[in-house]
C-alpha cells in the first residue's frame, strides 16, 4: 500500500533552514505529482508547494522564494528545502500524492 514518511522537521530558529525528506513506497513515485501541506495550530491545513511528474514546480506566495521543493525519482524522495524561515511557519508538514497523507513532521519557528 501507499507509505508518505516524512522526516527532518525540528526546532530551528527565525532566519534558519531545514530540509524535509517524504520517503515514498508503494507506488510508482516518478510518475505522480507530489505536493507539500502544513497546518498550523488552530488554523486550516495549507498547500504549500508541488512538483509534477516532469519537475515543474509551483509555491504559495506565502513561500514562494524561501522554499524549493524537489525530487529524487532514483530514490523515491520528496524534498522540501525551508530557508530564512519565520515563526509563522510553524506547522505540522505533510507529503501527499492525491488522496494520500503521510503522518507529518513537526516545524517549529522559534522568534
Known amino acids: 500500500q501507499v507509505q508518505l514518511v516524512e522526516s527532518g522537521g525540528g526546532l530551528v530558529q527565525a532566519g534558519g533552514s531545514l530540509r524535509l525528506s517524504c520517503a515514498a513506497s508503494?507506488?510508482?513515485?516518478?510518475?505522480?505529482?507530489m505536493d507539500w501541506y502544513r497546518q498550523a495550530p488552530g488554523k486550516q491545513r495549507e498547500w504549500v508547494a508541488g512538483?509534477?511528474?516532469?519537475?515543474?514546480?509551483n509555491y504559495a506566495d506565502s513561500v514562494k522564494g524561501r522554499f524549493t521543493i524537489s525530487r529524487d525519482n532514483a530514490k523515491n524522495t520528496l524534498y522540501l528545502q525551508m530557508n530564512s524561515l519565520k515563526p509563522e511557519d510553524t506547522a505540522v508538514y505533510y507529503c501527499?500524492?492525491?488522496?494520500?497523507w503521510g503522518q507529518g513532521t513537526q516545524v517549529t519557528v522559534s522568534s
Open positions: 501527499v500524492r492525491r488522496t494520500d
Open positions: 508503494g507506488f510508482i513515485f516518478s510518475i505522480f505529482a
Open positions: 512538483i509534477n511528474s516532469a519537475g515543474s514546480t
